[in-house]
């Protein structure tokens, strides 16, 4: 007679094979979550940089040899290392790079020189190029 005190090979396989599709699948989940929690990480330090980089202009538009008028300033407009220094960065080995765009004033902003500037941070998330901006004035000193 046969002992039924153990279990039997074919028991073993299916417990083991259920065991090892469920754990797959939840590796898949948290592979999903880090890469989630990695893009939205590199956006969090955009807006934060182009936060920090419009209230730089604001305070000295000049270091950044940006005038009040209508453009888009990159890395390329620069003259001395110091600025092109200005328009890029790296966090996280990840480059950042910053545009400022100077726009046309309408009504009121021309009679209290204020100037619309729009700051864009653009970089490299897998593989994709993605950018965020933050939109601020800079006061003429003139």
Do not use: W
Not at 22 to 47: C, D, P, R
Request: glycine share 4%; hydrophobic share 40%; charged share 20%.
């Amino acid at each position: 007679m046969l002992s039924e005190k153990g279990f039997s090979l074919i028991e073993v396989l299916v417990s083991l094979t259920i065991l090892s599709v469920s754990v797959i699948g939840i590796s898949q989940f948290f592979m999903q979550a880090n890469q989630i929690s990695a893009g939205n990480n590199s956006k969090l330090v955009a807006t934060n940089l182009a936060r920090m980089t419009l209230e730089r202009v604001q305070h000295d538009y000049a270091s950044f040899e940006v005038s009040p008028a209508p453009k888009v300033y990159s890395k390329t407009d620069c003259k001395t290392a110091s600025c092109q220094n200005l328009y890029e960065n790296m966090v996280n080995n990840t480059v950042y790079a910053i545009k400022i765009e100077v726009k046309n004033q309408s009504g009121e902003e021309s009679s209290i020189k204020l100037f619309p500037v729009k700051v864009t941070i653009q970089y490299t998330n897998n593989q994709k190029i993605k950018s965020t901006a933050v939109e601020g004035y800079i006061k003429d000193a003139n």
